[in-house]
């Protein structure tokens, strides 16, 4: 995914405006960004290439939340719009019934 394509007028957390070109880049404002690194998430069920997916999805500002805990996605290609709740997503993996980073990803966010 490429971050410095879209810039995000306001952070994807909280919703308030975002002014430095970072912020704008990344979606979050330096505070949602923290509280969203520090998470508290158990991530014990998930590999670690899943967690890295997942909090790149997060960096990359790729995933927002769209009404009460239902997020949209991109794939990992770009190619895709996934819809997401932490319990459960469309994407191949998701339809399977097997956790999938863009669920990890939205439990991140849920529990920032």
Do not use: W
Not at 35 to 53: G, L, M, N, W
Not at 79 to 106: D, F, I, M, S, W
């Amino acid at each position: 995914m490429n971050a410095a394509a879209t810039a995000h007028t306001h952070c994807l957390r909280c919703g308030r405006t975002l002014t430095s070109t970072k912020s704008q880049a990344t979606g979050y404002g330096p505070k949602c960004a923290a509280k969203v690194r520090k998470a508290p998430i158990e991530t014990t069920d998930y590999k670690a290439h899943q967690i890295a997916s997942a909090q790149e999805l997060i960096e990359d500002g790729a995933i927002i939340l769209i009404r009460n805990n239902v997020f949209a996605a991109v794939s990992t290609d770009g190619t895709e719009t996934h819809l997401v709740h932490p319990a459960a997503c469309n994407c191949k993996a998701g339809l399977k019934g097997t956790r999938c980073y863009h669920q990890l990803a939205a439990r991140m966010l849920l529990a920032a």
